[in-house]
């Protein structure tokens, strides 16, 4: 059974790095089958694509977002990061981690809240 | 950047009628790479349909996608209680729309 866990600090200052990491089981971050995304949702809002990773670390990135994402995956701990740097209150929203194939996001972590306030 | 396109914003329908979301792309989008998603209240989004017109694992056949080129549908027939959610349309390894609500009338 395929599960994906997002975890990482719930309130990041402005100006900071926001750092998430998503751990997955039932499936290896090592397969050639899958990337691993980003996507986020400020309460209230629509959900936006930050990004992914393939376990070669070949990434693509929202264009609105490219200059702050960083992205990685630790195959050896079957979990891949986010960095997003120097943080705004536009940056406080519920993120999400998620398994894509090479179709669509087929599955995704419950999410975590992360609120960037000082 | 493709820009994706919901309508109706909201729909209120009741359980047994029929509901058609649209999403339109300011560009063509290959017929593989739509998707649609539902997200209930507090609940991660969840995969809907794949490639236009797949059915994801464990929908049932009320739900179905038509669409090419620019023009996007979700039709879903005989709503359930269950059913009444926010749906996303998605390029692939890309932008979402906005989401239509799909709200009991």
């Known amino acids: 059974q395929v599960q994906l866990q997002e975890s990482g600090p719930g309130l990041v200052k402005p100006s900071e790095t926001l750092s998430l990491t998503c751990t997955v089981s039932?499936?290896?971050?090592?397969?050639?089958?899958?990337?691993w995304s980003w996507i986020r949702q400020p309460a209230g809002k629509g959900l936006e694509w930050i990004g992914r990773?393939?376990?070669?670390?070949?990434?693509k990135y929202n264009p609105s977002l490219k200059s702050r994402i960083s992205m990685s995956v630790d195959t050896s701990k079957n979990q891949f990061s986010l960095n997003l740097t120097s943080v705004t209150a536009a940056d406080t929203a519920v993120y999400y981690c998620?398994?894509?194939?090479?179709?669509?996001?087929?599955?995704w972590g419950q999410g975590t809240l992360v609120t960037v306030s000082s | 950047e493709i820009v994706l396109t919901q309508s109706p914003g909201t729909l209120s329908l009741s359980p047994g009628e029929t509901a058609t979301l649209s999403c339109g792309a300011s560009q063509t989008v290959t017929s593989t790479h739509l998707a649609w998603y539902q997200q209930k209240p507090g609940q991660a989004p969840r995969l809907v349909i794949y490639a236009t017109s797949s059915r994801a694992t464990g929908i049932p056949d009320r739900f179905s996608g038509s669409g090419s080129g620019t023009a996007f549908t979700l039709t879903i027939s005989r709503l359930e209680p269950e059913d009444f959610a926010v749906y996303y349309c998605?390029?692939?390894?890309?932008?979402f729309g906005q989401g239509t609500r799909l709200e009991i009338k």
């Open positions: 998605q390029q692939y390894g890309s932008s």
């Open positions: 039932g499936v290896s971050t090592n397969s050639r089958s899958y990337y």
């Open positions: 990773i393939s376990t070669s670390g070949s990434t």
């Open positions: 998620a398994r894509s194939d090479w179709l669509s996001l087929d599955y």
